[in-house]
């Protein structure tokens, strides 16, 4: 015990002739919480999104739902470290793409670092974003996309699609340069997979017999364990996009929270007015629309935007999935356009308008005297929305090109594909 | 003569029916779980604002066979026990019965039931 008092007075005398506690060297507190923070973005694809999007597809496909996504999961992560990460936040290239520097994240060792955590650590981060990105897409089209086409859809889609705009925005590309505020991914994960999710489930069609027949989810328990599973991961997603353990954290975990709990109890509201019963599903889908909402917002608002922003989140998202989606006629299975989509768009708009300078001297929005603020969010939000439109458009095309279509035959779809495509059954229940 | 007495009932009835029919005597019936649906039609379910319409209301029907001199009594028991005065309550319907046989001693009629 002596011994070790004595090494703690050493070590504290070398201090200051340490590399390491440079101003901008490593912190461990910085790096602690970025570790633990990418192991809970992490749990919202394969236990978060997995569960919540499982238990809402029917009960003959719940075990696709969970392939899809496991595999969106683990084939996002070997692209990351190939070429994902170098596309995205390699050095700027016209403010439009990452260059191929980091390519196998080449030149990239234990001692590097970026801000005062490890750079791996930053692109394991990263990588954590693209990999919920494509798998929040997969809402859309649940129910009736051949397995082998969401591989390769999976594939081209984070590489041309999603690490574009990572860059553009985190990677020092041309939206950052306009200013554009969005602290954790209103654009950049949310409207990206909420729009191609609209334009794949177009593309795809109705599944059979959709508007005729029930389809009821298969377990609204584990989409309420997966919805939970979510939060408790995005206060890594949001908190953790300070990539610091510091005050600026501190209040985006208190808005996440905030925004969540009050969308879900605005969603839950609606809906009992509406249509006559508070459902779990609505409260779960309550809480997952103002989490999607105050994503971009969260490390520049106040608490009081995030209450206001979390029940017009709640109120947007149930008119999205129960009047916009059966007035315009497309089915998007599980509302990815519906839900991340339109609140995204939200969030987005609301960043611009809230943004306070107190809360982070790096936001100003349109209520705190920067009216410029909401024109650049919109130029944001029309810049993401075209690009992943048009972009996914061509992609869906190539895919279909290369995997002799996009849809199950129409006996296994109807016979589910947790049987026809991966030989399980979810449930045993005669 | 013996007739047979099949009863649709609301599922959450069966025990009050059951207790009405043991005080008056009757030792013995068959229970089946049943789904159907009559002037209540269906419920609604709404997911995400899509409504489903559940056209098959589970039930519980119940079949006794007794003597025809006491079909009166047990039918205005079922009624009285079943009643909740809300649309679904339930049917009853009397058949014929023509044979009877207790399986184990090979007893006919009135005797077998």
Redesign the interface.
């Known amino acids: 015990m002596k011994r070790f008092r004595i090494l703690t007075v050493a070590m504290l005398l070398a201090l200051p002739l340490s590399p390491a506690w440079a101003a901008d060297g490593l912190n461990s507190g910085d790096t602690a919480w970025m570790i633990v923070s990418t192991a809970l973005v992490m749990m919202m694809t394969p236990a978060g999104l997995a569960l919540f999007y499982g238990g809402m597809s029917r009960y003959k496909n719940l075990l696709n739902t969970l392939a899809m996504t496991f595999v969106a999961y683990c084939l996002t992560s070997v692209i990351w470290v190939l070429w994902g990460y170098s596309l995205a936040f390699g050095p700027d290239v016209g403010g439009i793409i990452g260059g191929l520097d980091f390519l196998f994240l080449s030149g990239i060792t234990p001692a590097s670092l970026e801000g005062t955590i490890p750079t791996n650590v930053f692109a394991l981060f990263q990588m954590t974003f693209a990999c919920i990105t494509v798998a929040l897409v997969l809402g859309s089209i649940v129910d009736r996309m051949k397995f082998a086409s969401w591989i390769v859809f999976t594939v081209l889609w984070v590489t041309f699609i999603y690490t574009p705009i990572a860059h553009w925005v985190w990677g020092k590309g041309w939206m950052a340069t306009m200013g554009a505020l969005d602290y954790a991914g209103g654009t950049v994960v949310h409207i990206n997979a909420g729009v191609a999710g609209l334009v794949l489930s177009l593309v795809l069609g109705k599944r059979i017999g959709y508007g005729k027949e ?4 298969s377990s609204i328990a584990l989409t309420a364990l997966g919805a939970a599973l979510l939060w408790f991961g995005w206060f890594g997603f949001n908190a953790g996009s300070a990539l610091a353990a510091d005050g600026i954290a501190g209040s985006a975990f208190l808005v996440t929270n905030t925004s969540a709990a009050a969308a879900a109890l605005a969603w839950m509201f609606t809906e009992w007015s509406v ?1 006559k ?1 508070p ?1 779990v ?2 409260i779960a ?1 309550g809480v997952v629309a103002g989490l999607v909402a105050i994503t971009p917002a969260a490390g520049f608002v106040g608490v009081g935007a995030s209450i206001g922003i979390g029940i017009a989140a709640g109120g947007l998202g ?1 008119f999205s ?3 916009l ?2 007035k315009l006629g497309y089915d998007d299975s599980l ?1 990815a356009f519906g839900v991340h989509g339109m609140c995204g768009t939200l969030g987005a708009l609301a960043t611009g308008l809230f943004a306070d300078p107190a809360v982070n001297a790096a936001g100003t929005g349109l209520f705190f005297g920067n009216p410029k603020q909401l024109l650049v969010q919109i130029i944001s939000i029309l810049a993401t929305a075209a690009f992943t439109a048009i972009g996914t458009l061509v992609l869906v095309y190539v895919t279909k090109a290369l995997t002799g279509g996009l849809r199950v035959g129409e006996e296994n779809e109807i016979m589910g594909l947790d049987g026809t495509v991966h030989g399980e059954r979810a449930f045993d229940l005669e | 003569m013996l007739k047979k007495i099949e009863a649709i009932i609301k599922p959450f009835k069966l025990d009050d029916v059951k207790e009405a029919l043991n005080e008056i005597g009757i030792q013995g019936m068959t229970v089946t779980e049943v789904k159907g649906y009559g002037r209540q039609k269906g419920h609604k379910e709404v997911y995400r604002g899509a409504e489903y319409v559940v056209d098959f209301i589970p039930k519980i029907k119940l079949e006794i066979v007794v003597d025809a001199g006491r079909v009166e009594q047990v039918v205005t028991k079922i009624r009285e026990s079943a009643y909740t005065g809300k649309i679904g309550d339930g049917k009853i319907f009397v058949l014929e019965v023509e044979q009877a046989v207790r399986v184990r001693t090979g007893e006919t009629g009135i005797d077998a039931v």
Do not use: E, I, Q
């Open positions: 029930a389809m009821f989810p249509t019963k459902t599903l609505g889908s149930f999935v129960s009047t989606k059966h509302d």
